[in-house]
T-cell receptor, first 112, second 111 residues
Framework: DTAVSQTPKYLVTQMGNDKSIKCEQNLGHDTMYWYKQDSKKFLKIMFSYNNKELIINETVPNRFSPKSPDKAHLNLHINSLELGDSAVYFC???????????FGSGTRLTVV | GENVEQHPSTLSVQEGDSAVIKCTYSDSASNYFPWYKQELGKGPQLIIDIRSNVGEKKDQRIAVTLNKTAKHFSLHITETQPEDSAVYFCAASGPGNQFYFGTGTSLTVIP
């Protein structure tokens, strides 16, 4: 029973397309996150949601938009994809920030 | 905001030897420091953590130490095994339930 699940695992798409990545957690956690991991393995936070409210939005292009229909889901929508968007995107969740994250297995996005 | 530095970026050790990864942080308000292990093709997995009211914590072959005064914390792996090969990340807690990650250490254990 996967705790944090992301779909799809791999996504190859052309520049200019719009795509979505889905994330679901069954841990009952209050906060969910999206991280981008570049080719050098650096983890950079993109968004976090707490009780359906966006509480952090780092310097991410507005082509990226998180959508959380409920506490267990945080989807990532990306418009007008660019080559530089190619990376691995991780969803994560945490109980209340006093505990570590549980990460999903990642979505490898390749923009061609 | 918080700045977490991690060293070394790559580390190779012989099987059975010890490995040490060090991190420093800048925000004195940080009070929770988790460590993650990321195996190839997988998401980071929490392996051990330490809170600011504790100086050391051990779990079998892994241990973490924290020096709040110097803003240093370290991961120690003893009796390394090939399955310890992975990328390790340190992190420090920040505002808004956020964690700031180090840049990662690629550990290779040579059989």
């Amino acid at each position: 029973d996967t705790a944090v699940s992301q779909t799809p695992k791999y996504l190859v798409t052309q520049m200019g397309n719009d795509k979505s990545i889905k994330c679901e957690q069954n841990l009952g956690h209050d906060t969910m996150y999206w991280y981008k991991q570049d080719s050098k393995k650096f983890l950079k936070i993109m968004f976090s949601y707490n009780n359906k409210e966006l509480i952090i939005n780092e310097t991410v292009p507005n082509r990226f938009s998180p959508k959380s229909p409920d506490k267990a889901h945080l989807n990532l929508h990306i418009n007008s994809l660019e080559l530089g968007d190619s990376a691995v995107y991780f969803c994560a969740s945490s109980r209340d920030g006093r505990y570590g994250y549980t990460f999903g297995s990642g979505t490898r996005l390749t923009v061609v | 905001g918080e700045n977490v530095e991690q060293h070394p970026s790559t580390l190779s050790v012989q099987e059975g030897d010890s490995a040490v990864i060090k991190c420093t942080y800048s925000d004195s308000a940080s009070n929770y420091f988790p460590w993650y292990k990321q195996e190839l093709g997988k998401g980071p997995q929490l392996i051990i953590d330490i809170r600011s009211n504790v100086g050391e914590k051990k779990d079998q072959r892994i241990a973490v130490t924290l020096n709040k005064t110097a803003k240093h914390f370290s991961l120690h792996i003893t009796e390394t095994q090939p399955e310890d090969s992975a990328v390790y990340f340190c992190a420090a807690s920040g505002p808004g339930n956020q964690f700031y990650f180090g840049t990662g250490t690629s550990l290779t254990v040579i059989p």
